[in-house]
Each structure stands twice: as structure tokens, then as C-alpha cells.
């Protein structure tokens, strides 16, 4: 296994840790909730910019890869619906956009017609980690004793799960105006 894989794998890897200390009490179990997440963000990055540079692409990779990112973002938004931080059809929004996209490109790829990842779904990946990750630092301000946004926790982290949301679905419209006509050739 390449190194490329191996930050892959520590992605999956990280998932339950991060899932491990979101549901711990106490303002350390949140730090390493996002230590957790951020450094599992930051392979993403860095497995492809590996894979390029080294020509460590791999079958594995170019499977896994997406999955994890998925998996890492998923498990995040699903946790801050069970609690209340993000609304539920924000994530169903973000949701129907990773199938239908997912969808779309395997049925091109199933014709042999490679659709490579779009700058907007690039983007989009990274609009959900970062407000991901601020979302998770919220509680961390009162810890350091910046209380103002304590009555506000809730609300920001609503309104970072909509923007969000509507990055995906930008990047989602950006990916079924280049897959349409692909998928029209395939028939």
C-alpha cells in the first residue's frame, strides 16, 4: 500500500475516533474532536496531492478516497443533526447532491467516460470541512472565556450547515451541466 492509500486509510481511521470524542463531555474531548476532524481533513489534501505528484493513483484510491471523504463528512453533519447544530434538511440537501453526482459519474465511468473532479466540487469539499470544523470550535470560545456567541452557538452553526448546503448545491448544478451531455452520449 502506497502512501497516498495509507492517508486514505488514516482517514476512515479517524472517522470513529472523531465520532469517539464529539460524544465525550468536556471542552478537551471537544478539542480532540477537532484535532480528530481537522487532521483527517488535511489527508485529503494531502493523499492527492501525493497520488499526482509521486504517481501513486491507484484503483484503490480513486474508490476510497471519495468514500472516505464522504464517510468523514457524513458522520460529522449526521452528529450535528442528532444534536441540534445543523437542520436536517440541510443535510438531506447535501446528501441527495453526493448520490445524484456519485450516481451520475459511475453510470460515465461505467461507459468509460472518466469524469474528473470539478474546482466546484473541490470547493464544496471544502466549504463542508471548514464549516464542519468552526462548528466544532464553537463550544471552545466559552472555554477560553468568549461567552457573547454562547447564545448564539445554535444559530451560527445553522446557518453554516445552509451555506453548506447551498455550496453543494451550486457544485451539484455545476457537475449535472458537464455529466448531462456525457450521460446523453452514453446511451
Not at 93 to 107: D, K, P, Q
Not at 151 to 161: H, M
Amino acid at each position: 500500500m502506497n502512501t497516498a492509500n495509507k492517508l486514505t486509510m488514516l482517514r476512515m481511521i479517524l472517522i470513529p475516533v472523531f465520532v469517539l470524542c464529539f460524544y465525550m463531555s468536556g471542552y478537551l474531548w471537544d478539542l480532540f474532536a477537532i484535532l480528530a476532524f481537522a487532521v483527517a481533513s488535511i489527508t485529503d489534501k494531502l493523499d492527492g496531492y501525493i497520488a499526482r505528484k509521486y504517481n501513486q493513483i491507484t484503483s484503490f484510491g480513486k474508490i476510497m478516497d471519495p468514500l472516505a471523504d464522504k464517510l468523514l463528512v457524513f458522520s460529522a453533519f449526521i452528529l450535528m443533526v442528532n444534536v441540534g447544530q445543523i437542520h436536517a434538511v440541510a443535510f438531506l440537501i447535501i446528501l441527495a447532491r453526493e448520490f445524484t453526482v456519485t450516481s451520475m459519474r459511475a453510470v460515465a465511468g461505467g461507459s468509460g467516460k472518466v469524469i474528473a473532479a470539478s474546482m466546484s466540487g473541490k470547493l464544496k469539499t471544502v466549504c463542508q470541512m471548514t464549516c464542519i470544523i468552526v462548528i466544532l470550535a464553537l463550544p471552545l470560545f466559552r472555554a477560553v472565556g468568549i461567552d457573547f456567541l454562547a447564545d448564539y452557538e445554535n444559530i451560527i452553526a445553522n446557518v453554516l450547515g445552509w451555506v453548506a448546503a447551498a455550496v453543494t448545491v451550486w457544485s451539484g448544478i455545476d457537475y449535472a451541466v458537464k455529466l448531462v451531455p456525457v450521460l446523453k452520449e452514453t446511451k
